[in-house]
């Protein structure tokens, strides 16, 4: 069984703590789901949010999913780089799994597809961007 970092990011509309709690739900619901992951295989979860978002710790919304809560959660800011995207939220999961680092589905939603355009392009079956 191997260690697999599974990615994910989203953006959301504003520095509230709905809006961070409800975003980092999505994101983290949505690659729970894709990757058929389960709370007991996961090593732990790293997430980071850019600096415009300090309303609320994202790490409480992952507690809040069932059987979760005593998955290693550690929140931290995304280094400020000029003219990176703003209002975002990223998640490193690492899993124990029998998957393929090519059966891996990496998760970008809302504003965040622009992180990475050739891992939202593999998972939607577009043509893939290049680098």
Not at 95 to 117: C, D, M, Q, S, Y
Request: a negative charge.
């Amino acid at each position: 069984m191997a260690v697999r970092g599974v990615r994910g990011a989203i953006t959301v509309p504003a520095n509230e703590e709905k809006e961070i709690l409800s975003g980092t739900e999505t994101l983290v619901r949505k690659m729970i789901e894709v990757n058929e992951i389960e709370a007991e295989d996961v090593a732990s979860v790293v997430i980071t949010v850019t600096q415009d978002l300090n309303a609320a710790f994202p790490a409480r919304a992952v507690r809040c999913i069932s059987g979760w809560d005593l998955v290693p959660l550690m929140c931290s800011t995304e280094i400020s780089v000029p003219g990176g995207l703003e209002r975002c939220i990223r998640v490193m999961m690492l899993i124990n799994t029998e998957k393929t680092i090519g059966e891996i589905h990496h998760v970008f939603l809302e504003g965040a597809v622009v992180l990475r355009p050739d891992l939202h392009a593999r998972e939607n079956n577009l043509k893939e961007s290049k680098c």
